[in-house]
């Protein structure tokens, strides 16, 4: 157990749907990343969150969003799903950054039938 | 994003020395060097990173080249657990991960 809960672990779901994944980090992680990885790409930086706000953007369509809550833990969001949404979704937490490193959860595997 | 290069792939022999070669000749001064190792279906795991010294830790060493453009993972004796897909990363949390170099640990 590396500390960083994800949930669900998987999901299955229609094209169009709306879907929440949620990530509570390891205690004392301010810090929460999230990553898609599907089978042709590798981890792909999505989104960063420090203490309730976006710092950082990476390769995040407009169909997802995300937040971070007052306890920190997060979600992401992704609406209007396609086939080529389905993937791993890792979340990562950290102290506070680069210096520190990073744990990640075990991911939700997301498959749009 | 300042980009890696390593090896798509290689073998070792189970208890031997596993040097795992990066190269980012465009790091630069404020960048972090990551490794992180990954099994299928699970999510990556953390083993080491530095800025300018070498790193010991109880799963592996970072050694980095003075000018810093390179950096080795050494895992001292492979295991077959340590059979995975190795990673090398400038800053990981805001970066995409590359191909890594998949490890085959051979007994």
Redesign the interface.
């Known amino acids: 157990d590396s500390g960083v809960t994800q949930t669900p672990k998987h999901l299955i779901t229609a094209t169009g749907q709306r879907v929440t994944l949620r990530c509570s980090p390891r205690s004392g992680d301010l810090s929460v990343y999230w990553y898609q990885q599907s089978l042709d790409q590798g981890l792909q930086f999505l989104i960063q969150y420090y203490n309730g706000e976006e710092r950082a953007k990476g390769n995040i369509l407009e169909r997802f969003s995300a937040q971070q809550f007052p306890d920190l833990h997060s979600e992401l969001n992704l609406s209007s799903l396609e086939l080529g949404d389905s993937a791993l979704y890792f979340c990562a937490s950290s102290v506070g950054g680069a210096p520190f490193g990073y744990t990640f959860g075990s991911g939700t595997r997301l498959t749009v039938v | 994003d300042a980009k890696t290069t390593q090896p798509n792939s290689m073998e070792s022999n189970e208890e031997e020395p596993v040097h795992l070669p990066c190269n980012h000749s465009t790091i630069s001064g404020t960048?972090?060097i990551?490794w992180?190792r990954q099994l299928p279906?699970?999510?990556?795991?953390?083993v080491i990173?530095g800025?300018t010294s070498n790193v010991n830790n109880r799963m592996a060493s970072l050694a980095i080249a003075e000018d810093r453009k390179s950096s080795t993972l050494i895992l001292h004796r492979a295991t077959l657990r340590d059979a995975a897909v190795y990673?090398c990363i400038l800053?990981?949390?805001?970066?995409?991960?590359?191909?890594?170099t998949t490890l085959t640990v051979k007994p």
């Not at chain 2, 279906?41 to 953390?46: A, D, L, T």
Request: net charge negative.
């Open positions: 960048d972090y990551h992180y279906s699970q999510g990556p795991e953390y990173h800025l990673y800053n990981a949390g805001k970066s995409t991960f590359g191909d890594g």
